[in-house]
């Protein structure tokens, strides 16, 4: 079973911080993804990584950074976090190819006050 | 462009009644994946079933899913809801190696 390990579970910021979050899979997958999961807009794509070195940004990338050190680890960074950005975070990872399936992490519930 | 419409937010249904879910979907692309992961509560998003064979039914855990092309759809069902079918539900569809477009997501509640 693919593992896919989110860091920390849950961050309280306050407005103006910085906080990254964290993910780490031990499953040798290329692709790596961060979504945010907010009632109403289901699974939102923020960035998104498909080898160690790169990042490409997905549909909500404003406000986020993301950076891909290794092919197991991807964080994502809020340098001026802002109460709008207060959501649950999901990490995944999954192989190259159209038909295969994503392995999702814990999720992180992040709270901007 | 590409998309994914799931038309219900929420569902409610008692025990023991069939479940249906609606997956509509737009692309250009005349083979695409669909999928449906599901989320339970305090746990991880995972996958139920996919399939990209155009009316074939796919099965998993009870439930069902048939893609079909000519309707762009590809709806989720079961038989008879357990209370423990209560959980949030995607469908989404793959039309590249790196992306998945989501639908918005189907909560299903289900009571005694």
């Known amino acids: 079973e693919a593992a896919v390990t989110q860091s920390p579970r849950n961050k309280v910021a306050v407005t103006g911080g910085k906080v990254t979050l964290s993910c780490n899979q031990t499953?040798?997958?290329?692709?790596m993804y961060w979504y945010r999961q907010d009632t109403g807009h289901g699974l939102r794509l923020i960035h998104y990584?498909?080898?160690?070195?790169?990042?490409e940004k997905g549909d909500i990338p404003d406000g986020y950074k993301a950076s891909r050190p290794s092919q197991e680890n991807f964080s994502l960074i809020l340098e001026l976090a802002t109460p709008s950005q207060t959501s649950v975070y999901f990490c995944?990872?999954?192989?190259?190819?159209?038909?295969?399936?994503?392995?999702f992490g814990a999720g992180t519930r992040l709270s901007v006050l | 462009g590409d998309s994914v419409t799931q038309t219900e937010g929420l569902v409610t249904l008692t025990e023991g009644l069939p479940v249906m879910l609606n997956c509509t979907y737009q692309?250009?692309?005349?083979?695409?994946?669909l999928f449906w992961y599901v989320h339970y509560l305090n746990e991880s998003p995972r996958l139920l079933l996919k399939?990209?064979?155009d009316n074939k039914r796919t099965e998993h855990q009870g439930f069902h899913a048939t893609l079909h092309k000519s309707s762009s759809s590809f709806h989720l069902q079961k038989s008879s809801a357990q209370l423990s079918d209560s959980a949030l539900y995607y469908c989404?569809?793959?039309?590249?190696?790196?992306?998945?477009?989501w639908g918005s997501g189907t909560k299903l509640i289900i009571k005694p």
């Open positions: 995944a990872s999954g192989d190259t190819g159209v038909q295969n399936t994503l392995y």
């Open positions: 499953n040798n997958h290329n692709n």
């Open positions: 990584s498909y080898g160690a070195g790169s990042t």
């Open positions: 692309t250009i692309y005349s083979n695409p994946f």
């Open positions: 399939s990209s064979t």
């Open positions: 989404a569809l793959s039309y590249s190696n790196y992306q998945l477009i």
